[in-house]
């Protein structure tokens, strides 16, 4: 009876965060810091707890790319396209590989970096923004350059993925492309195609703990249609901190358990 309950407040815990999720990724972006907590936290084992939030957070990014297509460099595309699938697959591969303990170890650091990446990126946005208005002079990009520079950001999305975004943005920018709406839409496509192709392999490799994706997936959805309703309303500096804030908890959180875990 007590086991049943357990089982019970899992799901409704699991169904409370992927709602929440689906509203931060809707309004401002950061949905992981909450849904791949909620996995670790009824029990799911680090490494499939990533694979599952990732498998359960994609079809958002889909539905991303769907609504940007129009604002996307076709110059660009064969280069951002070939380092998401690179990067995207062997990421996923390397952290398929990786021990459950090694990984467990790495989760506070890689929500805290994830935060202060997110953190960063509102700044860096409106950087970009302010230097996409100012009169400039259209280079071509070098791309091969722009190859091994997003392959490793690609990498870190097929592993990890949280807080990549301005990563993506930052590296274009530095390459020649101005325009915000073509900045965002590439980052977009670039995070999108990095984690269906981390996706395709947690598929093939049994990750993916499914009757908790399944359900993740459908209130992120839920979450996600709600928060869009009132992204507008509310001020997007405002919100970023809470993100922030919230990723900086969870990292602290995890920095005791595994304190406590490993005692």
């Known amino acids: 009876m007590i086991s049943s309950l357990g089982s019970h407040w899992n799901y409704v815990w699991l169904v409370t965060a992927s709602f929440i999720a689906g509203v931060m990724n809707a309004m401002a972006g950061g949905g992981s810091f909450v849904s791949f907590p909620a996995m670790l936290a009824i029990g799911v084992a680090p490494i499939q ?17 769907a609504a940007l297509r129009e604002d996307l460099k076709r110059d660009l595309l064969p280069v951002v396209c070939a380092a998401s699938v690179l990067g995207g697959v062997s990421g996923a591969v390397v952290l398929l590989h990786t021990r459950q303990i090694t990984f467990l170890h790495m989760v506070p650091w890689l929500l805290l970096v994830a935060s202060l990446l997110f953190g960063i990126s509102g700044p860096v946005s409106q950087w970009l923004r302010k230097r996409s208005t100012e009169p400039h002079v259209k280079r071509a990009p070098a791309l091969a350059p722009l190859f091994f520079v997003l392959l490793p950001v690609c990498f870190y999305i097929g592993y990890f993925g949280a807080g990549a975004g301005f990563l993506i943005m930052s590296a274009l920018a530095l390459f020649g492309v101005e325009e915000m709406n073509a900045l965002n839409s590439l980052k977009v ?9 981390a996706v395709v392999t947690f598929l093939f490799s049994g990750a993916i703990i499914w009757r908790y994706c399944l359900i993740s997936m459908i209130f992120a ?42 005692a």
Do not use: H
């Open 49 to 65: 707890a990533n694979a599952t939030n990732t498998v359960a957070l994609w079809p958002g990014q889909l539905t991303s790319v």
């Open 221 to 262: 959805g839920v979450g996600g249609y709600v928060g869009a309703q009132y992204a507008r309303r509310m001020n997007p500096n405002v919100l970023r901190t809470i993100v922030v804030i919230t990723g900086c908890v969870m990292a602290a959180y995890f920095f005791w358990r595994v304190g406590r875990w490993t």
């Open 189 to 197: 496509l670039a995070a999108c195609l990095s984690n269906f192709c």
